[in-house]
Nanobody, 129 residues
Framework: VQLVESGGGSQQPGGSLRLSCKASGFTADLNGIGWFRRTERKVREGVACISMKDASTYYADFVQDRFTISRDNVENTVYLQMNNLKSDDTAVYFC???????????????????????WGQGTQVTVSS
């Protein structure tokens, strides 16, 4: 399994970026995918997760109404649309994928993805004026 993130870069506060995570290899069972970030202080934070089964989502409170996670099952790709970016969003963003049993994404399932899932290499997002 390989996860490749793209779409990172630099933006001013208030700007937008769209991250992509493309999965390849044996992806049939990878039905839970999430975005996590590692901040400049090396803190790992869960950002958003999506179920590839029913498209249900979970978002961290700090990205509600600013970020949107979506999926394209045909392309095996998950997107993270990030709007109204803030300096606190500066981080390396990672895509993580794993097999989940129940079809609906929850906070607990999202939190558990990094422990056993496959990780991408990360993409840097920098927000500054």
């Amino acid at each position: 399994v390989q996860l490749v993130e793209s779409g990172g870069g630099s933006q001013q506060p208030g700007g937008s970026l769209r991250l992509s995570c493309k999965a390849s290899g044996f992806t049939a069972d990878l039905n839970g995918i999430g975005w996590f970030r590692r901040t400049e202080r090396k803190v790992r934070e869960g950002v958003a997760c999506i179920s590839m089964k029913d498209a249900s989502t979970y978002y961290a409170d700090f990205v509600q109404d600013r970020f949107t996670i979506s999926r394209d099952n045909v392309e095996n790709t998950v997107y993270l649309q990030m709007n109204n970016l803030k300096s606190d969003d500066t981080a390396v963003y990672f895509c993580v994928a794993d097999s989940i049993v129940q079809p609906t994404m929850t906070a607990t399932i999202c939190d558990d993805l990094p422990d056993y899932g496959f990780w991408g290499q990360g993409t840097q997002v920098t927000v500054s004026s």
